[in-house]
């Protein structure tokens, strides 16, 4: 099942400029996660939003949760080449060791 | 820490043949371990839920007997994909669950494996 959808699909810009990628979801959460994945690699773990958080930092990630629409946004600022690759984001459900169920992901392509 | 591995990397194999996936949690026990396919250009889908020691709990649509799940200790979990056909060719990644109360501790991947039916 997939939990997220995000928009947009496909992202294209040039180095130095900011990315934002959004994803909503349609259950309760835990928590929020997202996720970057280089084509044909596995996933890495970029940042988890808890449920009661609104905004999180981490380097030139920013991450918002507004639980209230069911939805989260995750800004790459002065992007670079390097961070071409696809997000996704990923849900857990109110039960800590279950699933986690992701969004169909935006691929996000920088050019120098 | 917290490391996942996942082998192999790349298997090919003829159509009717099995694989078999392997899912290693190497520095920590994960009494869950999750398998996703993936295809070309989509998201993660999960497959089952496997619970070390007991059967692996199936997503809607997902054949049990095409996707062999076992997860006969702590550390390990594996996935062998029986009779397989061109449609099954996909990327498949495990993910093992760690408890505890450290913020870093959650859900660590395996670098996954492409699968090639030919």
């Known amino acids: 099942s997939q939990q997220g959808e995000e928009d947009p699909q496909a992202l294209s810009i040039q180095e130095g400029e900011n990315a934002t990628m959004n994803c909503s979801y349609k259950t309760s959460i835990n928590n929020l996660q997202w996720y970057r994945q280089n084509s044909g690699r596995g996933l890495v773990h970029l940042i988890l939003i808890r449920s009661n958080e609104r905004e999180k930092h981490s380097g030139r990630l920013r991450v918002t949760l507004d639980t209230s629409k069911k939805s989260s946004s995750l800004l790459i600022t002065a992007s670079r080449a390097a961070d071409t690759a696809s997000y996704f984001c990923?849900?857990?459900?109110?039960?800590?060791?279950?699933?986690?169920?992701f969004g169909k992901g935006t691929t996000l392509s920088v050019s120098s | 820490g917290a490391v996942v591995s996942q082998h192999p990397s790349r298997v090919i194999c003829k159509s009717g043949t099995s694989v078999k996936i392997e899912c290693r949690s190497l520095?920590?026990?994960?009494?869950?371990m999750f398998w996703y396919r993936q295809f070309p250009k989509q998201s993660l889908m999960l497959m089952a839920t496997?619970?070390?020691?007991?059967?692996?709990?199936?997503e809607q649509g997902v054949e049990k007997d095409k996707f062999l799940i076992n997860h006969a200790s702590l550390t390990l979990s594996t996935l062998t994909v029986t009779s397989a056909h061109p449609e099954d060719s996909s990327f498949y990644i495990c993910?093992?669950?760690?408890?505890?109360?450290?913020?870093?501790?959650?859900?660590?991947f395996g670098s996954g494996t492409r699968l090639t039916v030919v």
């Open positions: 990923a849900t857990g459900k109110n039960q800590a060791g279950t699933a986690l169920i």
């Open positions: 520095d920590f026990q994960a009494t869950t």
């Open positions: 993910s093992a669950y760690r408890t505890g109360s450290n913020p870093n501790y959650g859900y660590t």
């Open positions: 496997s619970n070390e020691g007991s059967k692996a709990t199936y």
